[in-house]
């Protein structure tokens, strides 16, 4: 099993930065590879980034590529996801989740494992 955990959304103004951890716990290899989607009301849920813990690629959506950066601490066994630059578009619940190394970053049915959540409110 996997536990993730998520911090640090919060209400920011547009222009404003957050950043967000997800740190996980539990079987390594089932969470080699982690990633943020999020979810806005009304809306699906769609892929913000995702890091592997090997070797560190990152992946970006358009949206959020040059204003995110997705990064890991092994130590702590946490994931980081610094948003810069935040827009009222991006307003949304963050969530955290992990897979197995070989999934398909971007494809949210290949995450097993999923955080709580966390609430991002970009005012205007």
């Known amino acids: 099993q996997v536990r993730l955990v998520e911090s640090g959304g919060g209400l920011v103004q547009a222009g404003g930065s957050l950043r967000l951890s997800c740190a996980r716990s539990?079987?390594?290899?089932?969470?080699?590879?982690m990633g943020w989607f999020r979810q806005a009301p009304g809306k699906e849920r769609e892929f913000v980034a995702a890091i592997r813990w090997s070797g560190g690629s990152t992946y970006y959506a358009d949206s959020v590529r040059g204003r995110f950066t997705i990064s890991r601490d092994n130590a702590k066994n946490t994931v980081y996801l610094q948003m810069n630059s935040l827009k009222p578009e991006d307003t949304a619940v963050y969530y955290c989740?992990?897979?197995?190394?070989?999934?398909?970053?971007?494809?949210?049915?290949?995450?097993?494992?999923w955080g709580q959540g966390t609430q991002v409110t970009v005012s205007s």
């Open positions: 539990g079987r390594t290899f089932s969470s080699a590879a």
């Open positions: 989740a992990a897979g197995t190394p070989g999934l398909r970053v971007g494809v949210l049915t290949d995450y097993n494992y």
